[in-house]
C-alpha cells in the first residue's frame, strides 16, 4: 500500500524557469494538500484540491503558483518564473473522503532551489 | 487572526521526561493534532484530542483543555532518536489545519 508520492525529491530551477511538482495521493484518498516549509519554519498551508476542484487556495501567492488535480493522474503544484525567494520543501498530503478526522498522510516532499 | 505557538526549541536528557506546550486562537475548533518531524522528513502523525483530558499512547501522551486553547505533548523515557521537531495543529471550523512553527526538541546523551 504505496503512500503519498511525490516527484521530484529534489528540483533545482535557475531564476524565471518554471518547476512542476508532483503529488500521487494514497490510494482511496481523494483530498490533497500542498504545504510550504521554509527551512527552521512550520508548515504554511497553500492549496486544497479534491478531483477537478480546488476547494481553498487562500495561502496560494496571486501570482506565478498555480495548482490541480486532475480527474486522471497526479496533483501539481506549478510555479512559473521563479524566484529565490521561491527555494523551499513542498510537501503534499492527502485524506480519506472523511476529511474530518484530519489525520494527514504526508508525502517525502519536493525541495525547489532557485539559483 | 488565528495564531498557534509553541517554543522553538528544547533540550532535554536521555531517559528523562519533557513537555512541550502549544495554545491556540483559532476560529472555530474541530480537533488539535500533534505530528513529528525529522530533519528532512515529512511529518507523522502523533495523537489527536478532541475532547479535554490526557490520551496516552506509549510512551507519548497529549492534553488538551479547550477553555484555555491549551495542549501539550508529553515525552517520557526520552531516546535519541526522539530528536526532532514536533508540529501542534488545530483543525479550524472550515476543517482547515492551521500549524504551529514546531518546536525543536534536542536529546543530549
Known amino acids: 500500500n504505496a503512500g503519498v508520492m511525490q516527484n521530484p525529491r529534489h528540483l533545482v530551477r535557475r531564476r524565471g524557469q518554471e518547476a512542476r511538482l508532483r503529488c500521487s495521493p494514497m490510494?482511496?484518498?481523494?483530498?490533497v494538500y500542498w504545504y510550504r516549509q521554509l527551512p527552521e519554519e512550520g508548515l504554511k498551508f497553500m492549496v486544497y484540491?479534491?478531483?477537478?476542484?480546488?476547494?481553498?487556495e487562500s495561502g496560494m501567492p496571486k501570482e506565478r503558483f498555480s495548482a490541480e488535480f486532475p480527474k486522471e493522474g497526479p496533483s501539481i503544484l506549478r510555479i512559473q518564473q521563479v524566484v529565490r525567494g521561491d527555494s523551499a520543501a513542498y510537501f503534499c498530503?492527502?485524506?480519506?473522503?472523511?476529511?474530518?478526522?484530519?489525520?494527514?498522510?504526508f508525502g517525502e516532499g519536493s525541495r525547489l532551489t532557485v539559483l | 487572526g488565528q495564531n498557534i505557538d509553541q517554543p522553538t526549541e528544547m533540550t532535554a536528557t536521555e531517559g528523562a521526561i519533557v513537555q512541550i506546550n502549544c495554545t491556540y486562537q483559532?476560529?472555530?475548533?474541530?480537533?488539535l493534532f500533534w505530528y513529528q518531524q525529522h530533519a528532512g522528513e515529512a511529518p507523522t502523525f502523533l495523537s489527536y484530542?478532541?475532547l479535554d483530558g490526557l490520551e496516552e499512547k506509549g510512551r507519548f501522551s497529549s492534553f488538551l483543555s479547550r477553555s484555555k486553547g491549551y495542549s501539550y505533548l508529553l515525552l517520557k523515557e526520552l531516546q535519541m532518536k526522539d530528536s526532532a521537531s514536533y508540529l501542534c495543529?488545530?483543525?479550524?471550523?472550515?476543517?482547515?489545519?492551521?500549524w504551529g512553527a514546531g518546536t525543536k526538541l534536542i536529546i543530549k546523551p
Open positions: 484540491l479534491q478531483k477537478e476542484n480546488i476547494i481553498d
Open positions: 498530503a492527502s485524506s480519506p473522503p472523511d476529511r474530518n478526522t484530519g489525520e494527514l498522510f
Open positions: 483559532t476560529s472555530g475548533f474541530n480537533g
Open positions: 490510494k482511496g484518498h481523494s483530498h
Open positions: 495543529a488545530v483543525m479550524d471550523s472550515n476543517y482547515q489545519l492551521i
Open positions: 484530542n478532541v
